[in-house]
């Protein structure tokens, strides 16, 4: 079997081995303890040592961990950075969110594929926000996801010569808080929904920056944005379709002062739509859990112009996430 096809076909298993070695602290035991064997390991956690060699030799198959000749286990030092609860790049909350969340809702592939997805399907945000709970998981897989990614984004931007910015449906801040840290005048809003204020400002990274952090509680579909010369959308067009994007980036284009910019943070597929994978596999998630779809840089070149956005440019980034950029002169 090619090994692409291998990694497919296997990949049903691979996600919830790796969400359940984070949920049990495999790897925060192999990163603060240092390396053991699986013996030592299972003594550690107090975990079954049977099930734990077994998932072992499955995340040593896929890199992830590495196995000495005396048998001690470590994590490999790609992956670690993302397995890392102290690291900006790390993934948890993520792979928690893909494992319990999304591979739930796969099976609805079948009926869109013979029926199509129906326009009324419940919005997964019913779920996000059913309790407390459910909202600070989902808000800790946005901060997981985006932090690290933001602080790349936010140099790449050039956050020096703006005074406000306004981090549209920004969660509990991961932009809004990686631009503070790197420009020490600016101030920022987060805009969400208002259940989402009492989480802003929670993460450690945002300790350092909270006096010039704000929240404004509102729904992006029924009210105005917060003015400022900056607005900000990290992750957010690419969970609906293009006219509810131009309807959200004109409002954008309202709130914002000249002169100003609109920033749009997502992944990009390349111009002929022929990857990257991560793009593609999460193109088809925001198909069973939103309404959208992710773009090529040129496709939201195309949105901001219908919104009024001129000069328009996109700027590629290190991940997975890279800026387009629209300016009001």
């Known amino acids: 079997m090619p090994s692409a096809l291998e990694n497919a076909v296997y990949g049903l298993i691979s996600t919830p081995v ?17 390396r053991g ?29 590495e196995r000495a000749a005396g048998g001690e286990y470590s994590l490999t030092s790609d992956a670690a950075p993302f ?4 690291s900006t790049r790390y993934l948890g909350g993520f792979i928690e969110h893909l494992t319990l969340e999304t591979s739930g809702r796969l099976g609805r592939l079948d009926t869109y594929l013979s029926e199509g997805k129906p326009a009324t399907e419940a919005s997964p945000f019913d779920d996000v926000y059913r309790d407390t709970e459910s909202l600070r998981a989902f808000m800790r897989a946005m901060w997981d996801l985006s932090f690290g990614m933001s602080q790349e984004l936010a140099a790449l931007a050039g956050m020096a010569g703006t005074t406000h910015l306004v981090d549209v449906g920004g969660a509990t801040g991961p932009f809004a808080v990686a631009a503070l840290l790197g420009a ?4 920022a809003t987060v805009f969400d929904m208002p259940v989402v204020g009492p989480l802003v400002g929670e993460d450690a990274q945002a300790h350092p920056v909270a006096d010039r ?14 003015r400022g010369d900056c607005l900000a ?22 709130a914002c002062q000249r002169p100003g910019r609109v920033l749009i943070m997502d992944r990009l597929f390349e111009d002929d739509h022929s990857g990257p994978l991560a793009t593609a ?6 198909h069973i859990e939103m309404a959208g779809k992710h773009r090529t840089g040129a496709e939201f070149i ?19 996430k890279h800026l387009v950029i629209g300016h009001k002169r």
């Open 281 to 286: 596999a999460m193109n088809l998630v925001m």
């Open 302 to 320: 195309a949105l901001l112009e219908r919104a009024g956005f001129s000069d328009c440019e996109v700027r590629r980034a290190g991940g997975e």
């Open 18 to 34: 790796l969400h359940s070695a984070v949920k049990h602290g495999v790897f925060t035991s192999l990163i603060e303890d240092g």
């Open 83 to 86: 397995l890392d609860r102290r």
């Open 184 to 187: 020490p005048t600016l101030r």
């Open 37 to 65: 064997t699986v013996e030592c390991l299972a003594e550690r956690l107090d975990i079954d040592q049977d099930t734990l060699e077994r998932m072992l030799l499955v995340m040593t198959s896929l890199g992830v961990v």
């Open 233 to 254: 959308f990290g992750y957010i067009l690419s969970d609906w379709d293009d006219d509810t994007c131009v309807m959200l980036l004109e409002k954008a284009y309202r």
């Open 213 to 226: 952090l704000d929240f404004v509680g509102g729904d992006f579909f029924t009210d105005e944005l917060p």
